[in-house]
């Protein structure tokens, strides 16, 4: 089959959902200029690069109790900063819920039981529990083409690891099992990987 996006698919469900897939998890935490916090999980999320590390997400919808945005953003809005939580599958459900259309009074690390943490390069929380979070100072909001399409691009102040995950020096992604979206409610976690070298390594 062929389709233009414009034209629409014809298909009870929106097959680009899911083709740009696995999408990593970014569980991103900020807290507002008020300190009320706020943990919520984007699958438009990635690195793009080493050095200095950088992350980018994305939000595409809409709150009535924000300006044109979500939680996330607008918090971003006004301090300029933010941390990248890495799901692990033990962590899928506290996750899942995080994702819930809360008011902004919903403090997400209460209402789903998790323990905080504090950062240390930023004036945020942090899952405690993750295998790893990325302190994130916001360099650039960009507005994407479409309706309330906000990408958010962080430089890398902070990383935190927990030592579990830390396999003859390496960060070993079996001993957490990151958690993926695949689109639509499906979601798929690491449970197996292979080596491959780069031709002229």
């Not at 706020?38 to 939000?59: D, E």
């Not at 809360?102 to 789903?112: C, G, I, N, Q």
């Not at 950062?119 to 993750?130: K, L």
Request: proline fraction near 7%.
């Amino acid at each position: 089959m062929f389709y233009r996006p414009e034209d629409g698919h014809g298909l009870p469900y929106n097959p680009f959902s899911a083709i740009v897939a696995p999408r990593p998890i970014g569980w991103i935490s900020t807290r507002g200029a008020d300190g009320r916090e706020n943990l919520a999980p984007y699958s438009f999320f990635n690195a793009v690069a080493y050095t200095p590390p950088q992350v980018i997400f994305s939000s595409t919808s809409t709150k009535p109790d924000r300006d044109g945005t979500k939680d996330s953003v607008a918090n971003i809005r006004q301090t300029g900063v933010f941390c990248c939580n890495i799901v692990s599958l033990a962590l899928k459900e506290q996750m899942n819920e995080s994702s819930g259309p809360w008011p902004r009074e919903v403090d997400e690390f209460k209402h789903t039981g998790l323990e905080r943490a504090g950062c240390e390069t930023v004036a945020c929380s942090r899952v405690a529990a993750a295998p790893a979070s990325l302190e994130c100072r916001m360099t650039q909001i960009v507005e994407l083409a479409g309706e309330s399409n906000l990408m958010v691009i962080g430089t890398v102040t902070g990383i935190h690891i927990d030592d579990s995950c830390l396999v003859d020096g390496r960060f070993d992604v079996l001993s957490f099992n990151p958690v993926s979206r695949l689109g639509y409610r499906d979601f798929a976690a690491v449970t197996e990987l292979f080596t491959m070298s780069r031709p002229g390594e």
